[in-house]
């Protein structure tokens, strides 16, 4: 089964970085778009940034220039690269991948992975 595994959250100061992976196993034929979403208390999930299987980016208005996604197509991996971090930026980061396995095309998500930043 395919399966997204995330690593990376944590706690930081307001102004702080950290950086966020997530990795795709199982038996995986391609990967297209890879993305990250966040889902803070109360509120809905919400798009965060996105990376095509060529490298092409998009990302929210909140956290452009702040925050850069990237993709190793070699090791399966998509990374969220977070500066200047916010105390806004708090939420739950959810890595999501569009998948296909043995010819089924599928969106995956990972568990999920707590980011809080402190004033």
């Known amino acids: 089964q395919v399966r997204l595994v995330e690593s990376g959250g944590g706690l930081v100061q307001a102004g702080g970085s950290l950086r966020l992976s997530c990795v795709a196993s199982?038996?995986?034929?391609?990967?297209?778009?890879m993305a990250w979403y966040r889902q803070a208390p109360g509120k809905q999930r919400e798009l965060v940034a996105t990376?095509?299987?060529?490298?092409?980016?998009t990302s929210a208005d909140s956290v452009t220039g702040r925050f850069t996604i990237s993709r190793d197509n070699a090791k399966n991996t998509v990374s969220l690269q977070m500066n200047s971090l916010k105390p806004e930026d708090t939420a739950v980061y959810y890595c999501?991948?569009?998948?296909?396995?043995?010819?089924?095309?599928?969106?995956?998500w990972g568990q999920g992975t707590q980011v809080t930043v402190s004033s």
């Open positions: 999501n991948a569009d998948i296909v396995s043995y010819y089924n095309r599928n969106i995956y």
């Open positions: 199982g038996s995986i034929s391609s990967i297209n778009r």
């Open positions: 990376i095509s299987s060529g490298g092409s980016t």
